[in-house]
C-alpha cells in the first residue's frame, strides 16, 4: 500500500489514490484471516505473540495509509508531488521491509538485519526531512494552508513510524 500510496502522489492519479481504501480492506479481511489462522495454528507462546504483533504492526501501517489518503481528500489537496521526497522515502522503507519479512524462512539473520538497519535510518531521513519541510511550511502566512499540510506531514510521519515498529518487531 505504501508504494501504491508513492505511486498515486507521484503521478498525482486521484483514482488511484482512492483505490487505496480498497486495498484498506482487503487489508482488513486479511488480517483477520491471519489472526484467525494464528489462533488455530500449534506454535509456542513466544512465536505466537511474535506473529500477532507483526500482523497488528502491519495493520497500523495499512490504517495510516488509509488515513493520509483521507486527509488529502478531505482537506482538498490534490497536489502531492511536493511530498514526493518523503513518499520516496517512505516506498523504500516498505520495501525494505518486505524484503527482511521475505528473508525469515532462511533464519539468517545477516540478510535481516541490514534491511532493518535501513528503516531505522530512513525513519530518521522522514523525520528529518517532515521537520525541514515544516519549518518551510511556517514561514508562510495563510494559516489554514498551514495547518492542512502540517497535518499532512504528521500523517506522512506516523506512516514512517509504523513502518520503523514493524522493523523493530521483525528485529
Known sequence: ????????CVDEDKNRLAS?????????????????????VFITPYDKESIYRMITQLDWVTLSVKHFVLETDLYDIHELAEYEPILRTLATMAIA???????????????????IDQVHDLYDEVVETCAKTTATLL??????HI?????IL??????????????????
Open 139 to 144: 514561514a508562510q502566512d495563510d494559516i489554514k
Open 147 to 151: 495547518i492542512r499540510h502540517k497535518d
Open 97 to 115: 521491509l518486505e524484503k527482511g519479512i521475505a528473508s525469515l524462512p532462511s533464519k539468517t539473520l545477516g540478510i535481516i538485519a541490514p534491511k
Open 154 to 171: 504528521l500523517q506522512l510521519k506516523e506512516i514512517a513510524k509504523r513502518l520503523h515498529i514493524s522493523a523493530n518487531t521483525l528485529e
Open 20 to 40: 487505496l481504501s480498497t486495498a484498506a480492506m482487503q487489508a482488513r479481511k486479511l488480517k483477520a484471516k491471519n489472526m484467525g489462522q494464528l489462533l488455530d
Open 1 to 8: 500500500m505504501v508504494e501504491e500510496l508513492y505511486q498515486a
